[in-house]
């Protein structure tokens, strides 16, 4: 199976509300980032330069009634929306609860400037 199948079999686990919202967040990193490597672990669906964790860049968690968005680096990221939440040195994570959230343009600024960073 390819990363892709095992995130379908993962997101059909969910609600269908939580798993759009997740599928969304998915569709905007692979705009963003069309070269990443996808993996699915566990619960978690990552997106980055390879499959260790070193080359991490985003980590999709779908949960009860939201969608975690964590992004490696966070915290060194512009953003001046307060979407990141989390107090970590390095990483931080953005609560997604509706398919729309995942439209947002400071999300989406948040999403260029990892990827833009990780190059």
Do not use: C
Request: aromatic content about 4%.
């Amino acid at each position: 199976m390819n990363a892709m199948t095992d995130a379908d079999d993962l997101l059909a686990r969910h609600t269908p509300d939580v798993a759009a919202v997740a599928h969304r967040i998915i569709a905007q990193i692979s705009r963003v980032y069309p070269d990443a490597v996808v993996t699915v672990d566990g619960g978690d669906i990552g997106f980055g330069s390879g499959t260790g964790y070193k080359g991490l860049s985003f980590v999709v968690t779908p949960h009860t009634s939201h969608v975690t968005l964590g992004i490696a680096g966070g915290a060194n990221l512009p953003d001046p929306a307060g979407l990141l939440e989390g107090s970590g040195k390095v990483h931080r994570h953005v609560k997604l609860r509706t398919p729309d959230d995942a439209d947002r343009p400071e999300l989406v600024a948040l999403l260029e400037a990892r990827v833009s960073a990780a190059r």
